[in-house]
């Protein structure tokens, strides 16, 4: 039905509803198993098929949680055409690891990382995707320790980072020590310091009592700021 409304429907995203803790009286609904993301996949990629060889273009795009939550490798960068949906989520993680492997190969020296005691807090979603990420990197004078963060605010099953708070991350971290903390710059409103909970991400760091630096999602950006240089 979108396809017919062509030209003025360019593209689809497929999301899986973001089902938050206050569900009380609601629709009885629940996140998709692991074999029913599969299966919205392959629909997805027949439909990408049939569209590609009828008018040019895949048309519809399963969102990158579709496949951490169908454990299946993601599409590679072709596939996303010219990233029409990034903005809700579709090739964000195929193009942050292809920023990320670039740098690395343009950049390949770690020698010149800061020896310190990193974490990086995330949703736990993404959290293996960003640990593939760091099994990459030698660097033996940095300890990275990537943190997947239950998202009490709103509820666990809310796994993406763009949704935890700044108390989630105090709940999650107050107890481990390190030197550093990086999170997705998602967490904080555009233009602001502020979480989703209100709390100021001064008042994170002043109670963390260790620097919180927000990264832009953007591979490049990972690496130099696991490095703890400039780019």
Not at 86 to 98: H, M, P, T
Not at 131 to 156: A, C, S, W, Y
Not at 181 to 193: E, H, Q, V
């Amino acid at each position: 039905d979108l396809t017919s409304l062509s030209p003025h429907a360019l593209s689809a995203a497929l999301v899986p509803v973001g089902l938050t803790r206050y569900r009380e009286h609601l629709f009885p609904l629940r996140p998709y198993t692991r074999e029913e993301a599969r299966q919205i996949i392959a629909i997805a990629g027949d439909f990408q098929k049939r569209m590609l060889a009828s008018a040019g273009t895949r048309f519809v795009f399963p969102s990158d949680e579709f496949y951490r939550i169908a454990d299946l490798p993601l599409p590679d960068d072709e596939s996303y055409e010219d990233y029409p949906q990034y903005e809700n989520g579709v090739g964000l993680l195929r193009r942050f690891e292809d920023e990320f492997d670039t740098a690395l190969r343009l950049d390949p020296d770690n020698s010149t990382a800061k020896a310190r005691h990193v974490i990086i807090a995330c949703g736990t979603s993404v959290a293996p995707f960003l640990q593939e990420q760091v099994d990459k990197l030698r660097m033996p004078q940095v300890t990275v320790e990537v943190v997947p963060v239950i998202n009490h605010f709103f509820g666990e099953t809310v796994t993406v980072s763009g949704l935890l708070t700044g108390q989630d991350l105090v709940t999650a971290l107050h107890h481990r020590p390190c030197d550093e903390i990086l999170i997705t710059a998602n967490m904080i409103r555009k233009g602001d310091d502020v979480f989703l909970d209100d709390m100021h991400l001064s008042e994170l760091i002043e109670t963390l009592g260790v620097p919180v630096i927000p990264v832009p999602d953007d591979g490049s950006d990972f690496l130099y700021a696991l490095r703890g240089t400039e780019v």
